[in-house]
């Protein structure tokens, strides 16, 4: 089965479906030149499950906007949640390429994608960790810029 909820999402937004696809293709193909595996990757919610309204609209009071951190295994997720004391009792949550492209397009209040690359003393040291990113201004604007 294909994987196609980015490509709907995007549809639902007003995209061609056409500029979804290549979207997403080219996404996989910078994952796949940089050595990621593009099957499944791994988060961790640290919040209430349930999608809150404030999620899908930015408010004036956000002062950093949010990032979603993806990790290509459960484990290097693990090692990034213990190293930064994330919340109470995370929850590891296991979506797909496409899934995780659709969350970025449907909630504005999201900025950014990052995919961590696999190295442990990157997921131990900074902040975020190294790797892939995929800015939601960087989607839209592809999706645009082929609507034409």
Avoid: C, N, W
Avoid at 49 to 71: G, M
Wanted: aromatic share 6%.
């Amino acid at each position: 089965m294909r994987e196609t909820l980015f490509i709907d999402v995007a549809r639902q937004e007003g995209y061609r479906s056409e500029a979804a696809e290549d979207t997403l293709e080219m996404v996989r193909t910078r994952l796949q030149e940089a050595r990621y595996q593009t099957q499944r990757f791994y988060l961790y919610r640290t919040g209430d499950p349930a999608v809150h309204e404030r999620d899908k609209t930015p408010t004036p009071q956000t002062t950093r906007p949010r990032v979603l951190v993806a990790f290509q295994s459960a484990d290097s997720a693990l090692v990034f949640a213990q190293t930064h004391g994330l919340g109470r009792s995370p929850r590891l949550v296991s979506l797909t390429l496409s899934q995780m492209l659709a969350a970025l397009m449907q909630r504005p209040g999201i900025s950014m994608l990052l995919i961590a690359s696999e190295d442990q003393e990157a997921l131990r040291a900074s902040a975020l960790p190294l790797g892939i990113r995929i800015e939601r201004a960087e989607l839209i604007e592809r999706l645009t810029s082929l609507a034409s």
